[in-house]
């Protein structure tokens, strides 16, 4: 906002408050020609109810006054004017530092003390199990899912089946420095027909319908292209987060068309990194909570 609207504001409330001070006098005076206090005005109601020229009640005005003085000496303390901070110095940042100090001052403990907890102890712990459900359903939910069974290139988190590894250590590597995966895009190395005789040589790895001849060539560009990453049995290679592809669990689905849509044009799947964003202690209880998911 420019500050000659800022400015244009700040007359706007300043005059309200002086204007509502003498509407409130102006009303409150007798006016000339007037029947005298306490005297009918002459205007009659249902026949019998009728008005007497009366002051409103002191008190009644006083309210006004009050909230007059109420809103000047708000506008005195807090920052309620264009470039004015106000007397008590308050700002909104400020509030907000607090809350966080409290927190920390409040939770810090708690959660340095679950640090000082080696993972697979902490997964058992309820109250630590407890705090970590809620951490995901804040932080990692949105791609995860809330059950963290995952959606199409969100791992599901809960069956066991792992790109980065199992080891509670990975998990909190995973968490803390976050992980890249690259599969490159072979479109422009093999052609359509190659990529659907090794997909189907990946779909009779795990026993689905595929054709056997396809597959037995597809086998052989399998060794040559892929199996540096995924293994020669394509049982998959955690240090690279690339995928078995001899099981039943697919990250970008299981279909033929999704398998080649995969190999033709690549994935890069993104985890990022919460070191910085969460601090140790917090991802310590997230790795010990994304453990124990799976040991259920
Ligand atoms: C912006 C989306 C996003 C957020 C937020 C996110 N993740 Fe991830 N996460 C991913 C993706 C994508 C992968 C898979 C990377 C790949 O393709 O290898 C992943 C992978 C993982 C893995 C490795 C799974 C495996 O099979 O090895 C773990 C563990 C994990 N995330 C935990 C978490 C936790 C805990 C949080 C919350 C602190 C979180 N993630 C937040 C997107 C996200
Ligand atoms: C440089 C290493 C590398 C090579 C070479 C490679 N891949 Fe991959 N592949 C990966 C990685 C890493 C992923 C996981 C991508 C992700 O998580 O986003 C992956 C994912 C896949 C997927 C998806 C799996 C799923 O669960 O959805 C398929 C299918 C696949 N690769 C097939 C192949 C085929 C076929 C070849 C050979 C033509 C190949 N890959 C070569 C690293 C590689």
């Not at 009366?54 to 004017?81: D, E, H």
């Not at 790895?205 to 086998?219: C, I, N, P, V």
Request: net charge neutral; with cysteine.
């Amino acid at each position: 906002m420019s500050s000659f609207w800022s400015i244009v504001v700040d007359i706007v409330i300043l005059a309200n408050m002086v204007g509502g001070y003498f509407l409130i006098r102006w009303v409150a005076k007798p006016v000339k020609g007037e029947t005298k206090e306490g005297e009918p005005t002459g205007h009659v109601w249902d026949g019998d109810l009728t008005e007497l020229n009366n002051p409103m009640p002191r008190w009644w005005l006083f309210m006004f006054y009050i909230t007059i003085m109420f809103a000047l000496s708000y506008v005195a303390l807090y920052p309620a004017l264009n470039n004015y901070s106000g007397l008590l110095g308050w700002t909104s940042a400020k509030e907000y530092q607090q809350e966080v100090d409290n927190a920390n001052e409040k939770y810090g403990p708690i959660f340095s003390q679950f640090s000082k907890t080696p993972l697979e102890e902490l997964s058992k712990d309820e109250h630590a199990q407890k705090v970590g459900q809620r951490l995901f359903v804040t932080y990692c939910a949105q791609c995860h899912a809330s059950d963290a069974g995952g959606s199409r290139g969100f791992p599901n988190l809960t069956d066991n089946d792992w790109l980065w590894g199992g080891k509670a250590s990975d998990i909190k590597q995973t968490i803390m420095h976050g992980r890249n995966a690259t599969m490159p895009a072979w479109g422009s190395v093999l052609k359509p027909l190659q990529i659907g005789y090794v997909a189907d040589y990946i779909l009779s790895l795990s026993g689905r319908e595929h054709k056997a001849t396809d597959a037995t060539r597809g086998k052989a560009i399998f060794a040559n292209y892929c199996a540096a990453c995924h293994t020669a049995d394509a049982t998959g290679n955690q240090a690279m987060g690339a995928p078995n592809l001899a099981d039943r669990v697919w990250l970008y689905g299981a279909s033929r068309n999704k398998i080649i849509e995969s190999i033709t044009h690549g994935r890069s799947g993104k985890m990022p990194p919460h070191k910085t964003f969460l601090g140790e202690d917090k991802v310590h209880v997230l790795a010990a909570y994304v453990y124990g998911l799976s040991k259920k």
